[in-house]
T-cell receptor, first 114, second 115 residues
Framework: GEEVAQTPKHLVRGEGQKAKLYCAPIKGHSYVFWYQQVLKNEFKFLIS????????ETGMPKERFSAKCLPNSPCSLEIQATKLEDSAVYFC????????????FGEGSRLTVL | KQEVTQIPAALSVPEGENLVLNCSFTDSAIYNLQWFRQDPGKGLTSLLLIQSSQREQTSGRLNASLDKSSGRSTLYIAASQPGDSATYLCAVSPLNTGTASKLTFGTGTRLQVTL
C-alpha cells in the first residue's frame, strides 16, 4: 500500500498479559523501524529490519520484547508479560532504500497496560 | 551519548509571521538530520532531510539549515498558516553505519499559529 498501516490503533492489556502489534510497511520499502513514544515527545528506537533480517536491535529490551518481519506478512512487535511502563504509543516506519533515508511513519498503536 | 534539544518548547505566533525553530545536538558525528511534524494523535510526517554534507534544504515555505560543526539546525517557516500548527521534531542519524537507522529525536517544539 501507499501508507504504513499499523494495527490495532488501541490495545488495552492487564499487567502480565501479552501484547502483539502489527505493521504493514509501504510496498517496496526494504527497511522497517519500530519506535516507542513514552512521554509526549520522547521517542525511543527499538529495532530495525532490512527485509526479514534484523538490521539493528540495540534498542530492544530483550527479556520481553520480540519482533519479526516475515515475507508476505505484516511485521510484528510482541511484548510478553506486559508491565505498566510498557504503556506507550508504538510507531512503525519504513524507508525504501536505506536505513538512513527518509522515514514514512504509521499512525501508531497505543498500548495501555492496566 | 547523543542528546538532541529543541528550543523553544512551545511557540505561538499570529498567522503570516515568519518563524525559526532550533535544534541542537551534542555529537557532530551524524549521517543526516531530519525534520518531522506530528499532528495530535497522528504519526510523524517527514518534512526535510539534510545530509551531513549539505548546508540546507528547501521545500515550499520550509527551509532547513545544518551547521554540523556547531551541532545546530534551524527550520525556517515562511508566512505561517494555521495549518502549520503541530509539534515539530528534529532527529539525527549516527555516522556509524551499523546503527545508522537508530534516530535520536529532539524534545520537540509545539507550534500554534493563530488567526
Amino acid at each position: 500500500g501507499e501508507e504504513v498501516a499499523q494495527t490495532p490503533k488501541h490495545l488495552v492489556r492487564g499487567e502480565g498479559q501479552k501484547a502483539k502489534l502489527y505493521c504493514a510497511p509501504i510496498k517496496g520499502h526494504s527497511y522497517v523501524f519500530w519506535y516507542q513514544q513514552v512521554l509526549k515527545n520522547e521517542f525511543k528506537f527499538l529495532i530495525s529490519f532490512q527485509n526479514e533480517n534484523v538490521f539493528d536491535e540495540t534498542g530492544m529490551p530483550k527479556e520481553r520484547f520480540s519482533a519479526k518481519c516475515l515475507p508476505n506478512s505484516p511485521c510484528s512487535l510482541e511484548i510478553q508479560a506486559t508491565k505498566l511502563e510498557d504503556s506507550a504509543v508504538y510507531f512503525c516506519a519504513s524507508s525504501p532504500y536505506s536505513p538512513t533515508g527518509e522515514l514514512f511513519f504509521g499512525e501508531g498503536s497505543r498500548l495501555t497496560v492496566l | 551519548k547523543q542528546e538532541v534539544t529543541q528550543i523553544p518548547a512551545a511557540l505561538s505566533v499570529p498567522e503570516g509571521e515568519n518563524l525559526v525553530l532550533n535544534c541542537s545536538f551534542t555529537d557532530s558525528a551524524i549521517y543526516n538530520l531530519q525534520w518531522f511534524r506530528q499532528d495530535p494523535g497522528k504519526g510523524l510526517t517527514s518534512l526535510l532531510l539534510i545530509q551531513s554534507s549539505q548546508r540546507e534544504q528547501t521545500s515550499g515555505r520550509l527551509n532547513a539549515s545544518l551547521d554540523k560543526s556547531s551541532g545546530r539546525s534551524t527550520l525556517y517557516i515562511a508566512a505561517s498558516q494555521p495549518g502549520d500548527s503541530a509539534t515539530y521534531l528534529c532527529a539525527v542519524s549516527p555516522l556509524n553505519t551499523g546503527t545508522a537507522s537508530k534516530l535520536t529525536f529532539g524534545t520537540g517544539t509545539r507550534l500554534q499559529v493563530t488567526l
